[in-house]
């Protein structure tokens, strides 16, 4: 089974910390994801990342960034945490095809990291 | 706005009981996929579903998909209390490989 490790699963901090959050999956994955999800709203993306050092803006990119300097591992920073980027956190990864081309896999979740801003 | 919207926000059934969740989506898509979120925890893949599909099974879920009126359906037959979560349909936005989510379905099956 596909695992998908979030560093914290609480998370308290400051206003104008930089914030790291952390996300390792062990299945040679080449997508991954980070969301927050918010009541109402649900899933947004962030940023996702389709190769090692390669990165894309997902829907709500303003106040993060991220960081893949290895395949296995994800990491989104709030660069000076504000109150509004408290959320949780859902990181995922994906086969970038499976073994007939098709793209858009199933995306695997990690149990999320429920950030305070405070 | 989102690409995938579910209905109802919220069902609440008897144990026994089906569920059933419908899913509206805007844009062409090259598949369609349903997850679960129980409380506090990450989503689960629970089926996916191709654009030339309109129908697939997998154990007690059953899911329908109707391209031209941009609609998904997801039925869970015989419900259980474990099956007391929340279930997301998410589209793919075709040519890239993102995801959008829609806010989900709270279902709560009482026993």
């Known amino acids: 089974d596909v695992k998908v490790t979030q560093s914290s699963r609480y998370l308290v901090k400051r206003t104008g910390e930089k914030v790291f959050l952390e996300c390792v999956q062990d299945?040679?994955?080449?997508?991954m994801f980070w969301y927050r999800q918010d009541p109402g709203l649900g899933l947004r993306l962030i940023y996702f990342?389709?190769?090692?050092?390669?990165?894309e803006k997902g829907d709500i990119p303003e106040g993060y960034s991220v960081s893949r300097e290895k395949k296995e591992r994800f990491s989104l920073i709030l660069e000076s945490a504000s109150t509004n980027q408290t959320s949780m956190y859902l990181c995922?990864?994906?086969?970038?095809?499976?073994?007939?081309?098709?793209?858009?896999?199933?995306?695997?979740f990690g149990d999320g990291t429920r950030l305070s801003i405070l | 706005s989102q690409q995938g919207e579910e209905d109802p926000q919220a069902l609440s059934i008897q144990e026994g009981e089906n569920a059933t969740m419908n899913c509206s989506y805007k844009?062409?898509?090259?598949?369609l996929q349903w997850y679960r979120q129980n409380s506090g925890r990450g989503l689960v893949h629970l089926i996916l579903i191709r654009s030339n599909e309109r129908e697939k099974h997998s154990g007690r879920l059953r899911v329908t998909l109707d391209t031209s009126k941009k609609s998904s359906s997801l039925l869970i037959t015989a419900s259980r209390a474990a099956d007391t979560a929340s279930y997301f349909c998410a589209t793919d936005a075709s040519g890239t490989y993102k995801y959008i989510f829609g806010t989900g379905t709270r279902l709560k099956v009482l026993a």
């Open positions: 844009t062409s898509i090259n598949n």
């Open positions: 995922a990864s994906s086969l970038r095809k499976n073994l007939r081309g098709s793209r858009n896999q199933p995306q695997h």
């Open positions: 299945m040679d994955h080449e997508n």
């Open positions: 990342s389709y190769d090692v050092k390669m990165k």
